[in-house]
């Protein structure tokens, strides 16, 4: 049996590229055996409605600014959101959060997003390189942040996983159906290596946080894969 198909998107909506490389190396480690691929514009796979109908999963990493980013990404908007009605999964990190709202956005999730700095009693106000508290599933924890979504659903929204929430009570990290498929948000980075916060200076207080990211990763696909380890950083070998 083959290994389910995971795309990343790797181009210049998200920039650094290390926001790639990291959503990656996330994937890679996860229970799931991903079988882990970069797509996009100079990539040997392109976004094309063949090349996802075979993958399991598709991930938006961060970096960058939305207006720039939804810019050269628009093109592919109604590919990447007839391949998750159909049954596909979209897993968006930060600005791949943004990017699954409407203003603009591929108009994935049942709602919109809005700047976690902007909203009411925010602990963080600044749009630099940080760390953010959240709650998640009701345990306090701690993840890199830098300017990320909050994700606000519609009154009659059904069928949504809220996995985060920040202190405010704004979500921070959900589920949510479109059509036959799925989609995973996350407003801070659970992805983020240790090098993220050791070149900023940061604080890591909770080195466990990519137990977060694959917590997102098994709401996303349906539940955690049966009987399955996850496996070591090696697995990047499989990625190219």
């Known amino acids: 049996m083959s290994a389910p198909l995971a795309l990343v998107y790797r181009g210049k909506a998200a920039k650094p590229s290390a926001c790639s490389d990291a959503v990656a190396g996330l994937l890679a480690s996860s229970a799931h055996g991903f079988d882990v691929r970069f797509v996009g514009p100079k990539e040997r796979l392109g976004i094309t409605s063949d090349v996802l109908a075979g993958a399991a999963l598709y991930a938006q990493p961060g970096g960058g600014e939305l207006g720039p980013a939804y810019r050269r990404m628009r093109r592919y908007r109604d590919t990447i959101r007839d391949y998750v009605a159909a049954g596909g999964r979209y897993l ?15 108009g994935l999730l049942p709602g919109d997003t809005d700047q976690y700095v902007r909203t009411k009693r ?33 009154p009659d929204a059904t069928g949504v996983d809220v996995l985060a929430r920040y202190p405010n009570g704004e979500l921070a990290a959900l589920v949510a159906p479109f ?9 801070p980075h659970p992805e983020a290596t240790p090098d993220w916060y050791g070149d900023l200076g940061l604080p890591d207080p909770d080195p466990e946080h990519a137990e977060l990211g694959h917590d997102l990763i098994d709401a996303l696909m349906g539940g955690p894969a049966a009987n399955a380890a996850r496996p070591a950083r090696a697995g990047w070998r499989r990625i190219w």
């Open 92 to 106: 968006g990190f930060c600005l791949g959060g943004y990017l699954a709202g409407q203003t603009p956005g591929f």
């Open 122 to 154: 925010a602990t963080v106000r600044t749009t630099d390189d940080t760390v953010v508290e959240l709650r998640w599933r009701g345990s306090q924890r701690y993840l890199f942040f830098q300017d990320g979504p909050v994700f606000q659903l519609d």
């Open 179 to 187: 059509g036959a498929g799925r989609v995973g948000v996350v407003g």
